[in-house]
């Protein structure tokens, strides 16, 4: 091969990782996005042509892939400790005495840092290239997850400038600055998938994905604290870090050298409210004793380092005026009430609204109109309202009442005896029922129709276009053209969406239809038992809650919606539009014998697939799911936070636990 080729690549990727750096780490592009496109394009048709040259590190390589894989676990070089937490300033002022007194008075300097709400990742250099990053696990081992880090784009793959080591660990935090976890949580909200708490359950869950194309997607970034390692370029943490950051890594512009007790002081007052401006989540402070030798001599109790310290900042609340309630319609008729309040800034974010759930919830604040309420978020996300100050009522307030009438269409509300909420009845007629109903079926859970999302769901029926779901199939390109924003390459995406969704199984199209209470789970249920629709249409109610872990609400529902008859000329139209309306034989492609009949039970949270996926899973390897722990179960799936109630029967009937990795590690066994 010539030299040139060669050489090309080697200086595209050169560049490109400059310009990664510029953007990613320094915040100050070079260059447009369309020059970096232009530039990682000709880079990857030269490395087509020229296999000999790849490099898993080079900038092409950080999009990710979408083969799933399992993580592979490792011993940390050094263990991953944590810190010990203050709650006060009076407490980091003991600290620094405690280390004056420890130093014998000789004299220290302390590093303050902020605190990053992620999850912890330990990466390793070698000759300036990353060999292998490591997430906290247990402390002692961790999985190792490369190839998702290789996806953050902050992070560098080859070092940059000079000095560095040819062995070293850098320690740092992976996160999900806000921008992107707001993102992330509409769109599950939008595909009805469970919402993360909060962005260090983002980015932990994120970091465990198993498709790496999917991490690249959701805009993880890093933040680096601390370099391990037997030749450093400094002699104190302070120097270490701005050498790290001159290698190409992302470290705070916010770590400052602190001389005294005062200045630590000053930096946590400056911070408890300043870092509400900052466009990531932190929890708290960290401050470092500077000197690595004093460093060394502090030494290490059994859980943390006694040379550093956190400080974890107050849970946050605000006080904030109600301006209104609103009562909004969901797809299925439920009335939510909502706080409409004066923006009031909380953890990073504005917050403008919070939902009062239901009638009761409103009663037992005792909300009146524009009364002073407090709003809270914790660790969790989602604002929540937790109490009213009563001495900011306005004299005269009235109580704040729950609506007699639908606010969309005006029709007398229905309370269901035994339930909280109230329902507007008109199913056909009610705008935002309607709406929401073609939102639901065009997510990624339903029919998953590529490029239809929330905005333009409303869109299609705002313009009349779009009345009930099965217009949805009626729609033509030319229609979709005179639509606001469309172009004609959104308009052939809908199209071909709407073509790809005609395979959709028939469970999710059932879930898809909105019939009530019956959410995945039931559908995947119903469909098995009654394996096409003509079947389904004709059921009545003993037959339905005849089926395993159909009850009798369920069946009755199921009845309603299909005695309905614009139901069913809907449901006429969607077969003749050519969607799924029976059971499909399963391919055996997808069938293994690997879980050889046991019975599984799943429990808990998970962070690397869904519920529904490790059903599906299981079934498609030969094993059974079952709803609850009895003799006749042979394991249990247990994600995060299982029930101690579980935990306990589990123990006694001796039915081994698995952690996600374990059974996913079964299902990875070589075929028999
Ligand atoms: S130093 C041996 N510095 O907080 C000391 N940790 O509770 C290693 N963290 O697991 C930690 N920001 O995930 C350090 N500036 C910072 C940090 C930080 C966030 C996290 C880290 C660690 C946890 C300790």
Redesign the pocket.
Known sequence: MSTEPRQRILQLRQELNRHNHNYYVLNSPEISDREFDFMLKELEALEAEHPEMADPLSPTQRVGSDLTSSFEQTTHIHP????SNTYSIEEVDEWFGRVRAALGGESFSVVG????DG??ISLIYEHGRLVRAVT?GDGERGDVVTDNIKTIRSIPLELQGEGWPDFFEI?G?ILLPWEAFDKLNKEREFNEEPLFANPRNAAAGTLKTLNSREVARRGLDAYF??LLGPELPADNHYDNMVAARSWGFKVSGIMTLLNSLEEVDNFIRHWDTERRNLPVATDGL?F?VNSMRQQLNLGFTAK??RW?I?YKFPAERAVTRLRFVSFEVGRMGIITPVANLEPVLLSGTIVKRASLHNEDIIKALGIHQHDLLYVEKGGEIIPKITGVDENGRQPGAEPVGFVSHCPACGTPLVRVEGEASWQCPNKFGCPPQIAGRVEHFVGRKMMNIDGVGEETAQQLFATGLVRNIADLYDLRREQLLKLDGFGPRSADRVIEGLEASRSVPYDRVIYALSIPFVGDTVAKKVAKAFPDIDRLMAASAPQLAAVKDIGPRIAESIVEYFSNTENRAIVERLKTAGLQMSMEEKSHEDLTDLLGGRTFVISGTFTLHSREEYKELIERNGGKNAGSISKKTDYILAGENMGPAKREKAATLGIPLLSEDEFLAMLNQPRQ
Do not use: G, H
């Open positions: 991953m400790l944590s810190l840092e902020m605190k990053f999850t912890s906290r320690r935090e604290y601390y960290v470092k943390s380092p550093a956190a």
